[in-house]
């Protein structure tokens, strides 16, 4: 178990506390803030459609089909939980090392 409280590794999954901003400028790691790594989003926050190009930003950025990226908690709010299930690819200056 890491000493960060916004991820941590069960087994070979990562586990990451999320806060999402929607609308954003352009899709992008906004940091750490707190407990959360915050996430800008260009899509709105309806019908789904933060929480689906979440889940491609994500599959994206850590190297894993669509289908790996599994939303946890959250689907409503701006704090998610999202497992993203073996990823092939860390991305740098995040530290997720396990």
Sequence with gaps: MSGAAWFRWDG???ILMTRVQPRA????LAG???????IRLTAPPVEGRA???LTDF????????KSR??????????????RICAPK???SGLNLDP
């Design 51 to 53: 929480n689906k190009e």
């Design 58 to 65: 994500l599959a994206e950025l850590f190297d894993v089909p």
């Design 25 to 28: 400028a352009r899709n992008a």
């Design 89 to 91: 690819r860390l991305p």
């Design 12 to 14: 070979p999954d990562l």
């Design 69 to 82: 990226v599994i939303l946890e908690r959250g689907e409503r709010g701006r704090c998610k939980r999202v």
């Design 32 to 38: 750490v803030e707190r407990d959360s790594l915050k």
